[in-house]
C-alpha cells in the first residue's frame, strides 16, 4: 500500500479481554516496529521484526503481549486479559531495511481499557 | 538521567522567527531521528542523520557526534509549524529500537 497501514484506529474494551491490533506496512519493507505511546511514558519500543522473526522482543511489558508476522508483511500485536494500563496509542513503523533506516508510521490505535 | 533529553520542553513562538530545538543523548549510536508529530495526528519522520548536516525546506538538522548532540532549526517559522518534535536514538547498534525524547510542543503563533 501507499503508507503503513494500522486497524482498528480505536479500540474501547474491557478490562480482562483480549484484542488484536493490525498493521500492514509499506509493501517490500522488511522492518516492522512496533510502539507504544503513552501519557505516563512517552513513546516506547516494543518489538520489532525482521521479514517473520523477532530478533526482539525486549520492550514487550509482560507476558500477556504477543506479536507476529506472517508472509512478511502484515503484524499483529495481541495483548491478553487487558488492563487499565494498557491504555496507549499503538504505533506501526516500518523500514525498507533493518539498519538505522528512514521510518514511515501509520496512525496509531488508541486503545482505552476500561 | 534520562538516556535522550530535549529541551525545551514547550516552546511558543512568533510566526516568522527561528527556532531551536536541541536534543542530548547519553549512548553511543549510529544515527539520530527527528520526528514530528501533529496533534491527534500521527507521526513523520523529518530527519535522519548520523553526521554534520541535513536541509529540507524551511528544516535543518545538525548533529556532533564528539558531543552527542543534535539540533533542529526551522527558519520562517509558521503556525502549522505547530507539533510535537521527538528527537530519538537507536538502543545501540545500526536500528531502529529508538530511545525517545520527551519531546518539545511548539505553538507558532500567527
Known amino acids: 500500500g501507499a503508507g503503513v497501514s494500522q486497524s482498528p484506529s480505536n479500540k474501547v474494551t474491557e478490562k480482562g479481554k483480549d484484542v488484536e491490533l493490525r498493521c500492514d506496512p509499506i509493501s517490500g519493507h522488511t522492518a516492522l516496529y512496533w510502539y507504544r505511546q503513552s501519557l505516563g511514558q512517552g513513546l516506547e519500543f516494543l518489538i520489532y521484526?525482521?521479514?517473520?522473526?523477532?530478533?526482539?522482543k525486549s520492550g514487550l511489558p509482560s507476558d500477556r503481549f504477543s506479536a507476529e508476522r506472517t508472509g512478511g508483511s502484515v503484524s499483529t500485536l495481541t495483548i491478553q486479559r487487558t488492563q487499565q494500563e494498557d491504555s496507549a496509542v499503538y504505533l506501526c513503523?516500518?523500514?525498507?531495511?533493518?539498519?538505522?533506516?528512514?521510518?514511515?508510521f501509520g496512525s496509531g490505535t488508541q486503545l482505552s481499557v476500561l | 538521567k534520562n538516556e535522550v533529553e530535549q529541551s525545551p520542553q514547550n516552546l511558543t513562538a512568533q510566526e516568522g522567527e527561528f527556532i531551536t530545538i536541541n536534543c542530548s543523548y547519553s549512548v553511543g549510536i549510529s544515527a539520530l531521528h527527528w520526528l514530528q508529530q501533529h496533534p491527534g495526528g500521527g507521526i513523520v519522520s523529518l530527519f535522519m542523520l548520523s553526521s554534520g548536516k541535513k536541509k529540507h525546506g524551511r528544516l535543518i538538522a545538525t548533529i556532533n557526534i564528539q558531543e552527542k548532540h543534535s539540533s533542529l532549526h526551522i527558519t520562517a517559522s509558521h503556525p502549522r509549524d505547530s507539533a510535537v518534535y521527538i528527537c530519538?536514538?537507536?538502543?545501540?547498534?545500526?536500528?531502529?529500537?529508538?530511545?525517545f525524547g520527551t519531546g518539545t510542543l511548539l505553538a507558532v503563533q500567527p
Open positions: 513503523a516500518s523500514s525498507a531495511g533493518t539498519g538505522a533506516e528512514k521510518l514511515f
Open positions: 530519538a536514538v537507536p538502543y545501540g547498534g545500526a536500528t531502529n529500537k529508538l530511545i
Open positions: 521484526f525482521q521479514g517473520n522473526s523477532a530478533p526482539d
